[in-house]
């Protein structure tokens, strides 16, 4: 049963950095595309960043210059390195993956930054 366990959500400082964690679990097939989504309270779910098997990337115009992804395929892991948080990007994080079988999504992370 593949799995995906994300970390390294939690409360920050505006102007402080995070990095999110996506690690795939249970013999998943190939991995097309890995990417962050993230919803915040009374919004709907949004695509942060996403990145292809052959690592090209492509962001959401609120955070270009800001974070950064990137996968490890021999680890079947995805990270999101996060700078310059700013109190809107405050949401639950979520990882999703889709493979030659299926498409599946994380139990979410929760990142919250303070003004």
């Known amino acids: 049963q593949v799995q995906l366990v994300e970390s390294g959500g939690g409360l920050v400082q505006a102007g402080g950095s995070l990095r999110l964690s996506c690690e795939v679990s249970g013999s998943p097939s190939t991995i097309y595309v890995m990417a962050w989504y993230r919803q915040a309270p009374g919004k709907q779910r949004e695509l942060v960043a996403g990145?292809?098997?052959?690592?090209?990337?492509n962001y959401s115009d609120s955070v270009k210059g800001r974070f950064t992804i990137s996968r490890d395929n021999g680890k079947n892991t995805v990270y999101l390195q996060m700078n310059s948080l700013k109190p809107e990007d405050t949401a639950v994080y979520y990882c999703?993956?889709?493979?030659?079988?299926?498409?599946?999504w994380g139990q979410g992370t929760q990142v919250t930054v303070s003004s």
């Open positions: 999703k993956v889709v493979t030659t079988r299926a498409t599946y």
């Open positions: 990145i292809s098997r052959g690592s090209s990337t």
